[in-house]
């Protein structure tokens, strides 16, 4: 099974940006659809943006939608999520999701691997 590992969050002023990625082993991401998921304190888990497999298709939360990008390198197994005009409101651990389906999946329930996350600072 895929074992997902997030990297690159940190601390961003308002306007910014940050790209996110999320390392695959033992499965190449190609095989897999991908999301991008997040969590503020004291709220539920929500998602950001999904990347289908075979057809690359993308999908996003009409919260990022034209400021968030999802995008794939199969060369280096890692999916990335590149954030630009970052608000406070995307404050948030960002966690990487993986599944087998070509339906587009919004919710966590669905998705069947999980990364560590990693926490995206967005200060006003």
């Known amino acids: 099974q895929v074992q997902l590992v997030e990297s690159g969050g940190g601390l961003v002023q308002a306007g910014g940006s940050l790209s996110v990625s999320c390392a695959a082993s033992?499965?190449?991401?190609?095989?897999?659809?991908m999301g991008w998921f997040r969590q503020a304190p004291g709220k539920q888990r929500e998602f950001v943006a999904r990347?289908?497999?075979?057809?690359?298709?993308?999908y996003y939360a009409d919260s990022v939608k034209g400021r968030f990008t999802i995008s794939r390198d199969y060369a280096k197994n890692t999916v990335y999520l590149h954030m630009n005009s970052l608000k406070h409101e995307d404050t948030a651990v960002y966690y990487c999701?993986?599944?087998?389906?070509?339906?587009?999946?919004?919710?966590?329930?669905?998705?069947?691997?999980w990364g560590q996350g990693t926490q995206v600072t967005v200060s006003s």
């Open positions: 999701a993986a599944d087998n389906s070509m339906e587009v999946r919004t919710t966590p329930m669905t998705y069947d691997w």
């Open positions: 033992g499965g190449a991401v190609s095989s897999y659809s």
């Open positions: 990347i289908s497999k075979i057809t690359g298709s993308t």
